[in-house]
Nanobody, 123 residues
C-alpha cells in the first residue's frame, strides 16, 4: 500500500515560517506529480500547491503565491513545502497528495493522500 507521511507541522506565530515534508514509499515517486492541500475546520479541502513529476514546474493557489514554495527530490522520494510569512488564515491540516503522471490541482484528481499534519498560526 502506498504511504505518504507528512511531518513538520506545528504552532508558529504570524509572520513566522514552517517547512513541511512528505516522505513517499511503496510507489515509484518519479511517475507521480505531487502537491499539497489543506483543510481548515468547517471548510472544504483546498488546493495549496503542486509540482510536476520532474520538479520542473509548479503552481500555487493565489492565497499562498509568493509566500510558499513547493519542491521535491525524486532520489529521496520526498516533497517539501516551505511556508513563509504565515498568517492565521493559513491554519489548517496540510495533506500531501500524489497523482499519477500529472500534478494534482483539485482534490478529485488525487490518487493517494497522506494522513495530514496540523499547522496552527497564532496572531
Amino acid at each position: 500500500q502506498v504511504q505518504l507521511v507528512e511531518s513538520g507541522g506545528g504552532l508558529v506565530q504570524a509572520g513566522g515560517s514552517l517547512s513541511l515534508s512528505c516522505a513517499a514509499s511503496r510507489l515509484t515517486f518519479s511517475r507521480f506529480g505531487s502537491g499539497w492541500f489543506r483543510q481548515a475546520p468547517g471548510k472544504e479541502r483546498e488546493f495549496v500547491a503542486a509540482i510536476t513529476r520532474t520538479g520542473s514546474s509548479s503552481v500555487y493557489a493565489d492565497a499562498v503565491k509568493g509566500r510558499f514554495t513547493i519542491s521535491r527530490d525524486n532520489a529521496k522520494n520526498t516533497m517539501w513545502l516551505q511556508m513563509n510569512s504565515l498568517k492565521p488564515e493559513d491554519t489548517a491540516v496540510y495533506y500531501c497528495a500524489v497523482r499519477y503522471d500529472n500534478r494534482p490541482t483539485t482534490k478529485y484528481e488525487v490518487d493517494y493522500w497522506g494522513q495530514g499534519t496540523q499547522v496552527t498560526v497564532s496572531s
